[in-house]
């Protein structure tokens, strides 16, 4: 219940809610992929997964903000936390650098919804993360911060 | 030296039975327990002690001749050893505080001196602060549950009692945590109820990212309102494991900091402290960021540092001090608050030389009940040490030599790897090695011992790991510990070089190691779940036993490159 709340709060999220966010209009459904989409979800690294999500030449910008741990406690499960407060945003993709397939999300935004959403992603090593927004006048704008994975242990 | 090892055992012997005297005519001469008559500054005061590591009883405890900074923070506190720190803090060589603070003639001087800290003696030397600091309140670093075989057999408990003895008022975890949620709960939420705080900001549940624990705490000292907000260690479930705290996550947690710091400010704290568990490195980082902190008083990294570094932010200025580890040390920071602002300071870091303060009785007479039981077990003489035994610095220690050797020989492995922990008393030539002793460097509650199959290119993967936790030019990638101890396998290390390119040349036996090759490895202390193994502490006290007479060891330490006039090596 009350992840639910947290989540309508928010407007969208990736915490198994994603259904009543979308039921509430604030998320825009896409279950079928476009081609442009899929290609991008396909890409092998991360200039071509930037390329296919249109956000090649994005600039960096710090108003989108991105939570996440400097070293992941289990790379298996990061959470990633990404807000927007650049001015008509109407979507959000998060990347991971050194993932095998970079693109992990890309989320639309519909009726003013706030640009916000918590993810949990799978990182095998150590990687930029990238959230890249993209403005209702198709421009686009990136951030990126390092999070460490490491194998533990051996601390003080 | 033509002397029999008889001979040479005798004259040990026959010094430290002069040891007590020379101990009381040393710290004499440079005016004796005046030193801890420190006049009151101001109206509100912290004491500070940090990582004593369960040590109820006065101790040695050399400080590292190997103390790297690296990028940024080459050349500065911490990162000062020997002459280089004596220099820059401007200690008299030779002195009571150059034997404290530094690895300098550490034989001699720990002959002249005597020990270190102990409950009873910091019992005796709280007392007399807080009688001319009324109101004077005692933090605890954390690191405290830890270390010892009573504590380990206890589960913490000699040490809960110890400090309700002593009278803290609040603490923040790190090694704690390792008797496991449950057991840490049933302490926080019973024993210390009303008489503890146990802070940390830091610490949230995994699911909805509530706070475990009391963030911060709020108090009225001569009538100025004080905030102590805790920080736990925040890469406990990484550093140790993470099954004995499977629902909660912790992290540096900056923002949320702020937010504490913010909130204690809005209920009207004048004075805001944080009692740290972060690392030096960490809570220096940290400070250039937060604004609205007067002082962080830090451990983890047990650095023993005589000054407060005052690190500018966008806020002011706020103090970062340090108060070493093992019970050596007690901090005394005074603030003079006038019309809701904070005037002026004054800190020391005050030694806590065992021969200098007389025993508390009610202390005393606690480790004793504590230990009764146990005193026959702790007592049992393993072995002769001929060398020094110690722990600290960056790249190995004689008592993790030992440990590596007797691993090596025992597990039939042909590298080991023991963990850079910086806890671990030192032990002076000729002392008698008893099980005790052994438990001061093992004394944990995932003590397995194991023997595994690791390709070269493993190996090279977990060094380079490790390194990374030491030299990550951002100190909020670092976890704080030292490299992990290595055994029958030479190499090189860059620590300025970049990831995956610090580690080089390493060879066995003369041979370049092959990355597709395996190689027998032993190990103790995995933070996997699931791990089984005879426990370390068997594993050393075989191998002693067997021996009999340890002579000194010859240190397996990396080939170091790029770190020349560093001042963090001797």
Same mark, same amino acid.
């Given at each position: 219940?009350?992840?639910?709340?947290?989540?309508?709060? $928010?407007g969208?999220?990736?915490?198994?809610?994603?259904?009543a966010?979308?039921?509430?209009?604030l998320?825009?459904?896409?279950?079928a992929l476009?081609?442009?989409?899929?290609?991008?979800?396909e890409?092998?690294?991360?200039?071509?997964?930037?390329?296919?999500?249109?956000?090649?030449?994005?600039?960096?910008?710090t108003a989108?903000?991105?939570?996440?741990?400097?070293?992941?406690?289990?790379?298996a499960?990061?959470?990633v936390?990404?807000?927007?407060n650049?001015?008509?945003?109407?979507?959000?993709?998060?990347?991971v650098?050194?993932n095998?397939?970079?693109?992990?999300?890309?989320f639309?935004?519909?009726?003013?919804?706030?640009?916000?959403?918590?993810?949990?992603?799978?990182?095998?090593?150590?990687?930029l993360?990238?959230a890249?927004?993209?403005?209702?006048d198709?421009?686009?704008?990136?951030a990126?911060?390092e999070v $460490?994975?490491?194998?533990?242990?051996?601390?003080? | 030296?033509?002397?029999?090892?008889?001979? =040479?055992?005798?004259?040990?012997?026959a010094?430290?039975?002069?040891g007590? +005297?020379?101990n009381?005519?040393?710290? @004499?001469?440079e005016g004796?327990?005046?030193?801890?008559?420190?006049?009151?500054?101001?109206?509100?005061?912290?004491?500070h &002690?940090?990582?004593?590591?369960?040590? *109820?009883?006065?101790?040695? &405890?050399?400080?590292?001749?190997?103390?790297l900074?690296?990028?940024?923070?080459?050349g500065?506190?911490?990162?000062?050893?020997?002459?280089?720190?004596?220099?820059a803090?401007?200690?008299?060589?030779?002195?009571?505080d150059?034997?404290?603070?530094?690895?300098?003639?550490?034989?001699?001087?720990?002959?002249?001196?005597?020990?270190?800290g102990?409950f009873?003696?910091?019992?005796?030397?709280?007392?007399?602060?807080?009688?001319s600091?009324?109101?004077?309140?005692?933090?605890?670093?954390?690191?405290?549950?830890?270390?010892?075989a009573?504590?380990? !057999?206890s589960?913490?408990q000699?040490?809960?009692?110890a400090?309700k003895?002593?009278?803290?008022?609040?603490?923040?975890?790190h090694?704690?945590l390792?008797?496991?949620?449950? %057991?840490v709960?049933?302490?926080?939420?019973?024993?210390l109820k009303g008489?503890?705080?146990?802070?940390?900001?830091n610490v949230?549940?995994?699911?909805f990212?509530d706070?475990?624990?009391s963030?911060?705490?709020?108090?009225?000292?001569?009538?100025?309102?004080v905030?102590?907000?805790?920080?736990?260690?925040?890469?406990?479930?990484?550093?140790?494991?993470?099954?004995l705290?499977?629902d909660?996550?912790?992290?540096?947690?900056?923002?949320?900091?702020?937010?504490?710091?913010?909130?204690?400010?809005?209920?009207g704290?004048?004075v805001?402290?944080?009692?740290?568990?972060?690392?030096?490195?960490?809570?220096?980082?940290?400070?250039?960021?937060?604004?609205?902190?007067?002082?962080?008083l830090?451990?983890?990294?047990?650095?023993?540092?005589?000054?407060?570094?005052?690190v500018?932010?966008?806020?002011?200025?706020?103090?970062?001090?340090?108060?070493?580890?093992?019970?050596?040390f007690?901090?005394? *920071?005074? =603030?003079?608050?006038?019309?809701?602002?904070v %005037?002026?300071?004054?800190?020391?870091?005050?030694?806590?030389?065992?021969n200098? *303060?007389?025993?508390? +009785?009610?202390?005393a007479?606690?480790?004793?009940? +504590?230990?009764?039981?146990?005193?026959?077990?702790?007592?049992?003489?393993? +072995?002769?040490s001929?060398?020094?035994?110690? %722990?600290?610095?960056?790249?190995?220690?004689? !008592?993790?030599? *030992?440990?590596?050797?007797?691993?090596?020989?025992?597990?039939?492995?042909q590298?080991?790897?023991?963990p850079?922990?910086? !806890?671990?008393t030192?032990?002076?030539?000729?002392?008698t090695?008893t099980f005790?002793?052994?438990?001061?460097?093992?004394?944990i509650?995932y003590?397995?011992?194991?023997?595994?199959?690791?390709?070269?290119?493993?190996?090279?993967?977990?060094l380079e790991?490790?390194?990374?936790?030491? =030299?990550?030019a951002?100190?909020?990638k670092?976890?704080?510990?030292?490299?992990?101890r290595?055994?029958?396998?030479?190499y090189?290390?860059?620590?300025? @070089?970049?990831?995956?390119r610090?580690?080089q040349?390493m060879?066995?036996?003369?041979?370049?190691?092959?990355?597709g090759?395996t190689?027998?490895?032993?190990?103790w202390?995995?933070?996997?779940?699931?791990?089984?193994?005879?426990?370390?502490?068997?594993?050393?006290?075989?191998?002693?036993r067997?021996?009999k007479?340890?002579a000194?060891?010859?240190?397996?330490?990396?080939?170091l490159?790029?770190v020349?006039?560093?001042p963090?090596?001797?």
């Amino acid at each position: 219940m009350d992840i639910l709340r947290r989540t309508l709060l $928010k407007g969208a999220g990736a915490t198994g809610a994603i259904a009543a966010a979308v039921a509430a209009g604030l998320l825009k459904p896409s279950l079928a992929l476009a081609a442009d989409d899929r290609a991008a979800f396909e890409a092998k690294d991360i200039a071509s997964a930037l390329k296919g999500i249109g956000a090649d030449s994005a600039a960096g910008n710090t108003a989108i903000v991105i939570k996440a741990p400097d070293i992941a406690e289990n790379g298996a499960v990061v959470p990633v936390d990404v807000v927007s407060n650049i001015p008509n945003t109407i979507s959000l993709a998060v990347l991971v650098d050194k993932n095998p397939m970079p693109l992990s999300s890309a989320f639309d935004f519909a009726n003013g919804a706030v640009p916000e959403m918590s993810l949990r992603l799978k990182m095998g090593q150590t990687s930029l993360v990238r959230a890249v927004a993209k403005t209702a006048d198709g421009k686009y704008y990136v951030a990126e911060k390092e999070v $460490k994975v490491t194998i533990g242990g051996c601390g003080g | 030296m033509f002397m029999s090892r008889r001979e =040479f055992l005798h004259i040990l012997a026959a010094a430290s039975a002069a040891g007590f +005297a020379l101990n009381h005519r040393a710290l @004499a001469a440079e005016g004796g327990a005046k030193r801890y008559d420190l006049p009151r500054h101001g109206n509100v005061h912290f004491l500070h &002690f940090t990582d004593c590591h369960a040590q *109820l009883l006065p101790v040695y &405890f050399r400080e590292p001749s190997v103390n790297l900074g690296i990028g940024a923070a080459r050349g500065k506190a911490p990162h000062l050893v020997g002459e280089h720190l004596l220099k820059a803090f401007g200690i008299a060589p030779k002195s009571s505080d150059a034997y404290a603070l530094t690895d300098l003639d550490f034989v001699a001087a720990a002959r002249a001196y005597g020990k270190v800290g102990g409950f009873a003696h910091l019992a005796t030397l709280v007392k007399r602060l807080r009688a001319s600091r009324p109101g004077a309140l005692l933090l605890d670093g954390g690191d405290t549950w830890q270390g010892s075989a009573t504590a380990l !057999w206890s589960r913490g408990q000699d040490m809960v009692d110890a400090c309700k003895l002593l009278g803290v008022d609040m603490m923040t975890p790190h090694w704690e945590l390792t008797y496991g949620a449950e %057991r840490v709960k049933e302490i926080v939420d019973n024993e210390l109820k009303g008489k503890i705080e146990f802070l940390a900001q830091n610490v949230k549940t995994a699911d909805f990212g509530d706070a475990v624990f009391s963030p911060y705490a709020l108090r009225e000292m001569n009538g100025v309102p004080v905030a102590v907000i805790g920080q736990g260690f925040p890469y406990t479930p990484i550093a140790n494991p993470h099954y004995l705290i499977p629902d909660w996550t912790m992290g540096i947690q900056e923002e949320e900091m702020q937010k504490v710091v913010n909130e204690a400010r809005g209920k009207g704290a004048q004075v805001v402290v944080v009692l740290s568990h972060n690392g030096m490195d960490v809570d220096l980082k940290m400070a250039s960021r937060l604004t609205g902190v007067d002082a962080i008083l830090g451990g983890h990294t047990h650095d023993g540092v005589p000054a407060p570094v005052i690190v500018g932010n966008p806020g002011g200025k706020t103090l970062v001090m340090n108060s070493g580890s093992n019970g050596k040390f007690l901090s005394v *920071l005074d =603030f003079d608050v006038r019309g809701g602002k904070v %005037r002026d300071f004054r800190y020391t870091l005050l030694p806590v030389f065992a021969n200098l *303060l007389p025993v508390d +009785a009610d202390m005393a007479a606690h480790i004793d009940k +504590a230990r009764a039981p146990h005193q026959t077990r702790l007592a049992e003489p393993l +072995a002769v040490s001929e060398g020094l035994l110690y %722990r600290r610095g960056n790249f190995n220690g004689s !008592w993790d030599q *030992l440990i590596l050797d007797a691993m090596l020989e025992v597990k039939g492995a042909q590298i080991a790897f023991s963990p850079g922990f910086r !806890w671990g008393t030192s032990l002076l030539p000729g002392q008698t090695i008893t099980f005790e002793d052994v438990m001061a460097q093992t004394a944990i509650t995932y003590p397995y011992s194991t023997l595994t199959d690791m390709t070269g290119a493993t190996i090279k993967d977990i060094l380079e790991d490790v390194c990374d936790n030491l =030299f990550n030019a951002d100190p909020y990638k670092q976890q704080g510990g030292d490299m992990v101890r290595v055994g029958g396998l030479a190499y090189a290390c860059d620590p300025n @070089a970049a990831m995956g390119r610090r580690i080089q040349d390493m060879r066995l036996n003369g041979q370049p190691l092959d990355a597709g090759k395996t190689y027998k490895v032993a190990g103790w202390a995995p933070v996997a779940a699931g791990a089984t193994g005879e426990p370390i502490w068997d594993v050393i006290t075989k191998w002693l036993r067997d021996k009999k007479t340890i002579a000194p060891r010859q240190l397996n330490s990396p080939k170091l490159i790029g770190v020349d006039g560093n001042p963090g090596i001797a």
